[in-house]
């Protein structure tokens, strides 16, 4: 490659706690050769420099100063940077969740591929399967994406869970103002509820490398159900691994991890990714046979 390169130049980063295993900068470096860019993407480990979410705005400040042309955020700083944007789009508004930050025009504007990347990821690996009642786990920065997308797929009521019962309160109100009364609610008895459910949605840590082990009792799974994750490393969760064990469909991570960075490419670079070849790039590093979600056929 010549010094003299005049390819479109992005840099961007993924800011997060525990990432040095992700996958996503292969990803979108990968889909920037292809396109002809000349695409440089970085991980912040917040957790290996020994920081918190307090060092965001520094943090933001650093990338502009450096010439980045976005960032990706992820666990625990989905929330937590909003304070230091300059503007959210409708959906990371909305959702009170960013997972990508454009910097251009010395401005920092907010936006969330994650409720995308969800639904898209699930509407080509679980379009059939029934959706009146969903029990989810997890109401943080992703949960509130999951849920925006499994209201937006058709769910009629979604039965949210969290450790924080505020937080699953404050979420099943919100989606409850802008999709309908009653069709989420803060749950407040697993059993019960998975029960009455057809599906379950992991949207908690649980099932990370970092954080094994399942997410609720396996007792409370049954053969009817289908069970998706949105953790992608490993690609099959515990969760997903016993659920597989009862004859449950299963959806695992890899859809949503390949979407949301579809969406993500698209902001930074105002070029359309091919989704097909990210999602085959992305098995092949998972070290799947298959892609995590079907591709469209064309």
Known sequence: MSS???????????IGSG?????TPALHEREGAEQALRYVYRLVD????????EALPDLLRGAERMGFTGLNITHPCKQAVIPFLDELSEDA???GAVNTVVLRDRRRIGHNTDWWGFAEGFRRGLPDVRRERVVQLGAGGAGAAV???ALTLGVDRLAVFDVDAAKSAALAADLSARFGAGRAVAGTDLPAAMAAADGLINCTPTGMAKYPGLPLPAALLRPALWVAEIVYFPLETELLRAARALGCRTLDGGGMAVFQAVGAFRLFTGIEPDAGRMLRHFAAMAGTSRPSARPEQP
Do not use: N
């Not at 990432?19 to 996958?23: C, G, K």
């Not at 917040?46 to 979410?53: M, N, P, T």
């Open 4 to 14: 003299w390169d005049t390819r479109p130049a992005i840099l961007a980063a993924l």
């Open 19 to 23: 990432i040095q295993a992700s996958l």
């Open 147 to 149: 849920a925006h997308a």
């Open 93 to 95: 508004r909305a959702l």
């Open 46 to 53: 917040i957790e290996r420099l020994g920081l918190g979410v």
